[in-house]
Structures are given as structure tokens and as C-alpha cells.
């Protein structure tokens, strides 16, 4: 019972930080989503059943979970996200090894998404 409760909470904390990331540019919204699901599964099939049937929710994450793919206009923005952070960056002059290790993994996302499946 406890366990349960614990992946709830874990549910709702990353559906919370998902539905944010709708409204705020540099703050991913599926991968949080995907998140809720994972706890949601193992918590409430109720709970788990009303995210991936939500009307707005529940397309990427059954695009997800059927084929590993994701949405050429989520492609996009994830992509202008990234250049945006790295713009931002640069701008704040931050140190040239913070910026390398940034480049690194921003590029290592890029290549990630972009090698997956169109929905």
C-alpha cells in the first residue's frame, strides 16, 4: 500500500512538472509524461487509464509506447529549445568547459531525437 502511494506521488509530481512544461519553453513536457505513466501503471490502472485516454496528454505517450516515435513539430521545438539554451549560455559567457559539456549532451539529445520515428 505504501509502495503504491509512493509511486502516486511520483506520478503526480511528474505529470505536475510535465503539464508546466507546456507553458514553459525550456522545460520538456513528454518525458515527464512518459514518467507519470511509468508510476501511474504501477500505482492506479484508474489513473494510469485517464493519462494515456486524456484527449491532449495521451497521444504522445502512445506514440511513445507503440512505436518509439515522436512528433515532427515536438522535434522541432525540442530543437529550438536546445539552441536557445546553448544561445543563452554563450550569452552569459559561462566557462568554456561548462559550455563543452553542454554542447555534448545538448548535441547527444539532438541526435536522439531526431534518429527517432515521426508520430
Not at 8 to 33: C, D, K, M, N, Q
Request: a positive charge; one cysteine or more; hydrophobic letters at 60%.
Amino acid at each position: 500500500m505504501i509502495l503504491r502511494t509512493l509511486w502516486a506521488a511520483g506520478g503526480a509530481l511528474a505529470l505536475t512538472l510535465g503539464a508546466v512544461g507546456i507553458v514553459t519553453p525550456l522545460l520538456p513536457t513528454v518525458p515527464f509524461l512518459l514518467l507519470a505513466a511509468f508510476c501511474f501503471a504501477r500505482s492506479s490502472a484508474r489513473l494510469h487509464r485517464w493519462l494515456i485516454d486524456h484527449p491532449t496528454l495521451g497521444p504522445p505517450i502512445r506514440e511513445w509506447q507503440q512505436s518509439g516515435a515522436i512528433n515532427p513539430k515536438a522535434k522541432r521545438l525540442a530543437t529550438l529549445s536546445i539552441f536557445i539554451t546553448f544561445a543563452a549560455s554563450v550569452l552569459l559567457g559561462l566557462k568554456l568547459w561548462v559550455l563543452v559539456v553542454q554542447a555534448v549532451v545538448l548535441g547527444s539529445v539532438l541526435v536522439f531525437i531526431w534518429r527517432r520515428p515521426d508520430a
